[in-house]
């Protein structure tokens, strides 16, 4: 299946972060959304073949990678308090969207 | 862009009663619905989902219709269990898009 780590971080106003996320077996496209509590998902951006493949309505101090083994990465700079959520990462097999499936996602606070 | 907008926000049901959920999207380009359980503190997964060429579609005790005219999807559970009881989110796409555009979800409860 889809894995991320860590599961829950706390981080200060200001600091940076890194998510990572290991897409399951055959999936090139990875794709990462924020679940503010009590919100439904909201797309960051998502990546196939390691390019962008699309950007949702998030500021460019997040940024991701795909690496060759359809690994993954989300980086957050300068926190804001606003930033705490759930981020989930989800694979499939293609750009189409069908069949997402979510990592169990990692709980960001920032205080 | 596409928005998606879903009903009730909260959702009571006794157990073996039937539960409906609905959603409206904005976007006519959209052709993929989705529509996720997600309980707590825990990972949506994905329960059925309908493409436009299909105006409904079963899989056990949970069904999805679609109304490409009006917009809107309903997901439909009948005999419902108290295993039923989480959190539903619709969600839209167009298959040439890159984005899922989730519903603000609902919160069901199954009473036993």
């Known amino acids: 299946g889809v894995t991320q780590s860590p599961t829950h971080l706390i981080k200060t106003r200001g600091q940076q972060v890194t998510l990572r996320c290991s897409s399951q077996?055959?999936?090139?496209?990875v794709s990462w959304y924020q679940q503010a509590l009590g919100q439904g998902p909201q797309f960051i951006f998502q990546?196939?073949?390691?390019?962008?493949?699309g950007r949702g309505n998030f500021p460019p101090r997040f940024s991701g990678l795909q690496f060759p083994n359809d690994s993954s990465e989300l980086n957050v700079n300068a926190l804001e308090l606003d930033d705490s959520a759930l981020y989930l990462c989800?694979?499939?097999?293609?750009?189409?969207?069908?069949?997402?499936?979510f990592g169990s996602g990692t709980r960001l606070t920032v205080v | 862009g596409e928005n998606v907008e879903q009903h009730p926000s909260t959702l009571s049901v006794q157990e073996g009663d039937s539960a409906v959920i609905k959603c409206t999207y904005s976007?006519?380009?959209?052709?993929?619905f989705p529509w996720y359980k997600q309980e707590l503190g825990k990972r949506p997964q994905l329960i059925i989902d309908?493409?436009?060429?299909?105006g409904e579609k079963k899989d056990q005790r949970i069904a999805v219709t679609l109304n490409k005219t009006a917009k809107h999807f309903s997901l439909h559970i009948t005999e419902t269990q108290p295993e039923d009881s989480a959190v539903y989110f619709c969600?839209?796409?167009?298959?040439?898009?890159?984005?899922?555009?989730f519903g603000t979800g609902t919160r069901l409860t199954i009473i036993p």
């Open positions: 976007d006519s380009a959209s052709n993929y």
């Open positions: 077996s055959g999936h090139n496209t």
């Open positions: 969600a839209a796409s167009n298959s040439g898009n890159e984005k899922l555009t």
């Open positions: 309908i493409r436009s060429n299909v």
């Open positions: 990546y196939y073949r390691e390019e962008e493949n």
């Open positions: 989800a694979s499939s097999f293609s750009v189409a969207n069908y069949g997402y499936t």
